[in-house]
Each structure stands twice: as C-alpha cells, then as structure tokens.
C-alpha cells in the first residue's frame, strides 16, 4: 500500500524564496501536538496509469504524540512544497505535522462547521511483504476500529500544493505592494477564495457604525460590470445570491485594476481569511512562572497563518516586555530569546533595574557584600 523507497531524513535546504529575503521571522510561538507515525500512501501497489489516483499523507493519532513549536524553515519550506515531489511533502509533514484536511474542500477541516477530518479507510501493512492476492483483499476498505485512538487520517497531497501556491502568491503581492507596485494579476487569480475578501471592501460590513447608504453599490454601478465568474447552475440552485456577489466582487476587481490603495486593502482582507482559516488568536501560556502572550492556531496552519502575517506586515512579530507583560513590535533588530526585551514605557530604567537584581543573585556579589559586611563590623564604633 505505500511506496518501498526509503524517505531521506528531513533535510531543511538553505535555498531562499525567489526574493532573498528571510521570511520566517521571530514569534512568540505555541507548540501543538503532531502524529508519530505519518506515511505516504502513493497507490503504486495497484498499477494504475499515472495519475489516476492522487497520492495521500495518512497518519494515526494513537499515543504517543510529539510536540513541536514554529523554527526556522517552517515558512519557507513550505512555499516550496507547490512544485515538491511526494518525498518531500512527507519530510515536511514528519517535522511539522499534518494539515488536516477536510476530504471535499482540502482546506483545514475546521473551515466550515459541517466539515470534518478525512477518516482513512486504509490501514497499514506491519510488516514489508509482497503483495498477494489475498493481501490486497485485505487493503480494502475495512469497518472503523471501536478504539478511536487507533484511528488513521489521510488528505491529498493536492491540497498541501494549493495552499503552498496560495501562500507564495499572497508574498509576491505583499512583496509587490511594499515596493510601491500593483500586485500582478496572475497571483490574484491564484487566490480561489477571493472572492469573499472582494465582496467585504465593496459592501460595508453589517452593523458597521461609519456606513451610510453611498457606501453600498447601487443597480447603476453593478450593471456596468459583467459577471464573468461563471458557476455552474448548481451553484445558482443551492445559493440564488451568488449571481450578487459575483458582480459584487467583478466592482471590485475593476476598482483593483489601478488602485495600490484598493490593492493593500484587499490584501488586507486575504491575510484576514488565513487567520481566520487557521482560528489565530492570541492566548495566554502560564506553564512557567512566568505567563506569556502568544498568538496560536489550529497547528501547523496556525503557525502559518502566522509566519504570513508578519513576514506580509514586515514586521517580526510580537515581544512581549520583561517588565511590564505589554505584547508590542519589536524593532528593526530581531529580539534575542536567551535576553530580556522591553517595551519604550519601561526601557532602559526596567532593565538597570532587573540587572541589578540579577546581579545581588551572583556568587561574586555575595561574597563582595559578605567581606563589606565583615569589614563595617570590625571598625571601631
């Protein structure tokens, strides 16, 4: 059922994105949980044509689980993943984990209520052997174990493809954008859901306080624009609004067209959509003495959501101060995570302030006040 070629251990190369630029950037990052056990389910078993079925990550949740937090490459490596072979995205997933994607959209499966994780009707050979006609008559689809902690999961490696694409288009328009260029037309068309950010710039947003009633396109604006979105009568059946949002979002892209304006607003709208997709939030970690701010997601599309939103933003990320707990932006200088870091309000009076208290913690200091000590009690009164 999976491929007999050793898979290399995972290699993170030193190449960079087609910019030069570093793009995974200093986070104060959260750890998640990844399967021990992930494989490559490539079908080669069957002989098929090439191309006939998709190949497959599947993985188990069984105990036990290993934990890993954002480094370096996990960014980087990942906008590579488009034109990546199999072995590769398997690599990738050892160190980081998998995406969980949902079996109908290949999208993080937490992007719509009614989707779910793909249960994988395959289960493992435990043992190298050649296959037999009564072994493949054992790789068929079997009844789910009642233990569902020995259940395996599997998505497309498809859907690591897409969203390594869409992840690398969103950089070159942010890219672009910074450098005072519209964003090429090419990597907005890569963005199959941009539709929706469209949709939000061109209509206010419900209950917005600052909306008036010019705000909102009229019958005028939305006939010069053709709705060239196409979709399928099905798709008019199941929604009858998305002929108004597809000539909706043809007003946006023509106000895109010579707009940087319109343009940074808009991907704006698109990192909003990977927060959203990957539920980034900020939380709090108080495993230590001391609590800590972080900004989280649903795992590894978490962290990416992450690394996108700073490196778009040009900033790196979020510090939180020594002193005080504030999360502010750190300067043009990445924070050293082995010193302490404080924010403008507290600066360098807070950090004479805790060195000297590091300092009456030294061997040196105590030993320099003990013979001071000594000295002021043997003086004559």
């Known amino acids: 059922m999976t491929s007999n070629r050793e898979i290399p251990s995972y290699r993170r190369r030193v190449d960079s994105f087609d910019t030069g630029e570093v793009l995974d950037h200093f986070v104060s990052g959260f750890e998640w949980a990844i399967p021990t056990r992930i494989e490559l389910l490539d079908f080669d078993f069957l002989e098929m044509p090439a191309g006939e079925l998709e190949g497959m990550l599947y993985y188990s949740v069984a105990q036990p689980l290993r934990r ?10 990942f906008l590579k993943l488009e034109m990546a072979t199999d072995a590769a995205i398997l690599a990738y997933a050892r160190r980081w984990g998998p995406l969980w994607l949902c079996p109908v959209h290949s999208l993080p499966w937490r992007h719509d209520p009614e989707c ?89 947003r419900q209950g917005d306080p600052f909306a008036t009633v010019e705000d909102i396109p009229d019958a005028t604006q939305l006939g010069e624009v053709n709705d060239d979105a196409g979709g399928s009568s099905e798709d008019l059946d199941s929604d009858p609004d998305e002929p108004y949002r597809r000539r909706l979002a043809a ?50 599309i978490g962290a990416l959501a992450v690394q996108l939103l700073f490196d778009c ?63 002021r009690r043997s003086r004559p009164a």
């Not at 037999?132 to 020995?150: K, M, N, V």
């Not at 539920?279 to 970690?285: A, F, Q």
């Not at 995570?337 to 009076?349: L, M, P, V």
Request: glycine content about 8%; proline content about 7%.
């Open 68 to 77: 890993v937090h954002a480094g370096p490459g996990l960014l980087e490596d």
């Open 116 to 204: 779910q994780p793909s249960i994988s009707d395959w289960q493992p050979d435990e043992e190298e052997v050649e296959l037999t006609d009564a072994e493949l008559d054992r790789l068929r689809p079997e009844d789910l174990p009642e233990d569902i902690s020995q259940t395996w999961y599997d998505e497309l490696l498809s859907g690591w493809r897409a969203l390594s694409r869409q992840a690398r288009a969103t950089i070159r328009l942010a890219r672009r954008l910074h450098d005072g260029k519209l964003g090429q037309q090419a990597d907005w068309d890569a963005l199959p859901f941009l539709q929706q950010p469209l949709v939000r710039l061109v209509v206010p």
């Open 313 to 375: 933003s040009r900033t790196d990320g979020l510090a939180v101060c020594t002193s005080c707990g504030t999360p502010f932006l750190p300067g043009p200088r990445r924070p050293r995570r082995d010193r302490n870091i404080y924010c403008s309000d507290c600066g360098i009076k807070a950090a004479t302030r805790d060195a000297a208290a590091r300092y009456r913690q030294t061997k040196k200091y105590r030993e320099t006040y003990q013979k001071w000590s000594e000295e």
């Open 251 to 300: 007003l946006g892209r023509r106000r895109m067209a010579n707009s940087a304006e319109f343009q940074r607003r808009l991907l704006g709208e698109v990192l909003n959509y990977w927060l959203e997709l990957a539920g980034v939030r900020p939380r709090l970690d108080w495993s230590t003495l001391k609590p800590a701010v972080q900004l989280g997601g649903y795992g590894l």
